[in-house]
Structures are given as C-alpha cells and as structure tokens.
C-alpha cells in the first residue's frame, strides 16, 4: 500500500481532476469556442468550403479547355480535310493537264511524221512518174 493516507490521496485527485478540467475547458475553447478567432471545427468547416469552391472553379476551368480543345481540333481537321481536297483536286489538274500535254505532243509529231512521208511519197512519185 502507498505511503499517503486516504485524505491525502483524495486531495491529490481532487488537484488532478480539477488540472484535467482546466485543460480540458482550454481545449474546449480553442477548438470549438475559438480562442480571439472563430474555432478549430469553425475554422475546418470554412476551408472545406473553400476546397470545395476551389475544385468547382478547377472542374469547370478544365471543362471549359476540354470543350475549347475539342473545337480546336475539330477545326484542325476541318481544315486539313479541306486542305488535302484542294490538293488532291490541284494534283488531279495537273496531272490531266500533263497528259493532254503529252498526248498533245505525240499528236504533233505523228502529224508531222504523217506530212513528211506523205511529202517523201509525193516526192517519190513525181520523179518516179
């Protein structure tokens, strides 16, 4: 058994207890009451609020680039698509025209070709006959 006799031993507890119940009131007062400023749970609410608020700003910022993105490329490739038409269309051209260039050519110097036997043969036969 302890050194301290009973009534010495309540009055120790009694100390204690009433240690305990001013920490515990101080503790209190910071965190639910608020010590000069709103309280700990107050002050906890109020930034969970705030985190709140801040993420639907971030959702609809990355929303609205999502949506601004979306155009952009749909642009791009309207573009692009428009672009590979008129180039498809140019090259098509081109290549037409080259060939009734070529054609046109070969034309030219068969006709030609044509004339010179047809003026070697009138030749032929006029000294001939």
Do not use: C, Y
């Amino acid at each position: 058994m302890s050194s301290q006799s009973l009534p010495d031993r309540v009055t120790q507890l009694t100390s204690e207890v009433s240690h305990l119940k001013e920490e515990v009131n101080a503790l209190e007062k910071t965190v639910v009451k608020g010590n000069g400023t709103p309280g700990l749970t107050t002050q906890i609410a109020e930034l969970a609020e705030k985190v709140r608020g801040v993420e639907t700003i971030i959702n609809d910022k990355v929303h609205f680039i999502d949506r601004e993105m979306t155009i952009k490329f749909d642009n791009i490739e309207s573009l692009m698509t428009r672009q590979e038409s008129i180039m498809t269309e140019t090259l098509d051209r081109h290549f037409q025209k080259t060939l009734v260039d070529r054609a046109g050519k070969w034309e030219v110097r068969v006709a030609l070709l044509s004339a010179a036997v047809a003026v070697i043969i009138a030749v032929t036969s006029f000294i001939t006959g």
